[in-house]
């Protein structure tokens, strides 16, 4: 086998090169990992808001879209009675909200224009927290009439910079001013992306005094869950088939969220794949350029008795270890970079991810082209006779 | 190859391991049986009666009517079992054979669509098996003495209508006969 720093000796023999097929490397996994980042962060931020534990009470015609559901303000009260023994219980208070959800044109209240499309969500202030176990305030105030609490991904669903939406500033949020009294954090949820207010405020806001949009209610984790269910199905369709009302799971909702958006997610990783294929290419095109002047060099190792499988090896070494190195550097640069950037989308906003699998799959595909891109130069190299290739220019 | 023997004796040790002598506990769902049974038991009838109408005339009668009706459970992608009270759908087979039907109740969403249920409002009885002070019996039909999907089931109870305009009609049943 030839020496383990002949291969690195020669990376540093044509500097030039070496840094410009390095720098190549390290935008191709960089572009790889941006995209993988983005569709795992739409992957999790779905996967993520589905509590499995809620159970919501919605209209049996909006079981795909919850913001087109409406359903009798008297619902919450008939369901704290019917799954009283079911619910999980904080003292005398059962894990049951009433919210009402809405988008609507929010903006800065002194920006011009109609400001961007938003998720409001009306909350009862004493049992929001009881059922949505992932929303934690962190800044201010629970709000009072007239205010709102955002989440922090709320500036990037509504184009705006961190600083236009801070603790005491105001957005115009159907036509009137509302006060920002807190900011909470949902991690990795699209809750995050929304604007909270009081149920009450907010009914009032888009007059529907009578309705809500959903009942969310916390089952006990030490029920059967398919029991569960069959309760809420009996009092939907046999107790009270009059209120059209149907009830899922919310993780099963989110599910479902998830097939809808599976074109955009397949679409990613086509991309993933195109851009792991454009990067093999020119992986493979720099290294046939490398080989094609070293002709004379294998030839004469080949002479001195080097046999071909260790001059390929060698090859091979210099290509792993230079796209090894780019995958570092991106990786680095994207969890620099990238990592929790926020990226707006029709439902709410959430972070890119660079978790696992999409490291995984980035450095993977890293290593990939170091170790494909040196084989077919290396086939090539070999299939002159060596008193030819000894005579090469 | 001397060092063979030793593997194969970790492995059959660890083999070894997991044999346990002692009993079994009882499996859950041989309990979860004899519970459905003892709450359904007393509701089953001796014999399927002679005088049960199907669920098509069922769809008729009025509010408070006494009535046998048979009928059969819809295919499995309905869910036509509720999986925690004694309340299930049922059908006239004549309904089920018909070519637009059963494909409307072939979709995966079926449990769950709105056009399913439009189809299930207006075609199927929704039965519920209740005690002697009418509270519905805490134990889902399916599986008691085999019930599935798709198969025929008769049962006497009081008609009852729902919905905004009364056209959904619920049997609240007392007697069973599966079969």
Not at chain 1, 74 to 92: I, M, P, Q
Not at chain 1, 192 to 197: A, F, N, P
Request: charged share 20%.
């Amino acid at each position: 086998m030839l020496p383990w720093d002949y291969g690195v000796r020669n990376l540093t023999r044509r500097p030039l090169r070496t840094v410009l097929t390095g720098l190549g490397l390290t935008l191709v996994v960089f572009l790889l990992l941006l995209v993988v980042g983005f569709v795992r962060g739409l992957e999790l931020s779905l996967a993520q808001s589905g509590d499995p534990e809620v159970v919501l009470l919605h209209n049996v015609n909006a079981a795909e879209n919850l913001e087109n559901s409406s359903i009798s303000d008297e619902v919450a009260t008939l369901a704290r009675t019917e799954f009283a023994a079911h619910l999980v219980r904080y003292g005398d208070t059962a894990a049951l909200s009433p919210e009402m959800t809405i988008a609507s044109r929010v903006g800065r209240s002194d920006a011009e224009g109609q400001g961007q499309l938003g998720v409001l969500r009306g909350v009862d202030w004493d049992r929001a927290f009881l059922v949505r176990r992932q929303v934690a305030l962190v800044e201010g105030t629970i709000p009072v009439r007239g205010e709102v609490l955002v989440g922090r991904l709320v500036p990037a669903k509504l184009g705006l910079r961190t600083e236009d939406v801070t603790v005491g500033s105001t957005l115009l949020v159907e036509g009137r001013p509302w006060r920002v009294s807190g900011r909470f954090a949902a991690p990795g949820t699209l809750l995050e992306s929304e604007i909270w207010c009081d149920l009450g405020d907010l009914k009032t806001a888009v007059r529907r005094p009578n309705d809500v949009s959903v009942v969310a209610m916390r089952f006990d984790p030490k029920g059967d869950p398919a029991r569960q269910m069959g309760y809420v199905e009996y009092f939907c369709r046999n107790r009270r088939p009059d209120l059209e009302l149907m009830g899922s799971r919310e993780a099963e909702y989110y599910a479902a969220l998830q097939k809808h958006y599976g074109p955009m997610r397949a679409m990613g990783w086509l991309l993933v794949g195109l851009v792991a294929a454009a990067g093999a290419c020119g992986a493979v095109n720099t290294m046939y350029a490398a080989v094609a002047g070293r002709v004379r060099e294998f030839a004469a190792l080949q002479a001195v008795g080097f046999p071909r499988r260790a001059i390929g090896l060698s090859l091979l070494q210099e290509s792993v270890i230079l796209s090894a190195a780019a995958t570092l550097v991106a990786a680095g640069l994207a969890l620099l970079l990238v990592q929790g950037v926020a990226v707006r989308f029709t439902m709410g906003a959430f972070t890119l991810q660079l978790d696992r699998t999409a490291l995984l799959v980035g450095c993977g595909a890293g290593l990939a082209l170091g170790v494909f891109g040196a084989i077919p130069p290396a086939v090539r190299a070999f299939r002159l006779p060596i008193a030819d290739a000894l005579k090469a220019v | 190859m001397k060092w063979l023997p030793i593997p194969i004796l970790v492995v059959v040790a660890g083999l070894a391991g997991c044999a346990d002598s002692r009993t079994p506990p009882p499996a859950p769902q041989a309990a979860a049986e004899s519970s459905q049974s003892s709450i359904l038991d007393p509701l089953v009838l001796q014999q399927k009666p002679d005088n049960a109408i199907s669920v098509r005339d069922a769809l008729k009668r009025k509010e408070g009517e006494t009535v046998v009706v048979t009928g059969r459970t819809p295919p499995g992608n309905v869910k036509p079992f509720n999986t925690g009270v004694a309340a299930f759908v049922l059908m006239a087979p004549e309904d089920l054979a018909q070519e637009d039907i059963k494909e409307e109740l072939e979709c995966e969403d079926a449990a769950t669509c709105p056009s399913c249920k439009k189809l299930l409002d207006q075609f199927a009885v929704r039965v519920e098996l209740v005690d002697e002070s009418g509270a519905v019996l805490p134990t889902s039909a399916e599986g008691f003495r085999g019930l599935k999907p798709g198969d025929p089931v008769t049962v006497e109870g009081e008609v009852k209508r729902d919905g905004k305009d009364k056209k959904t009609v619920r049997i609240v049943a007392r007697k069973l006969y599966p079969g």
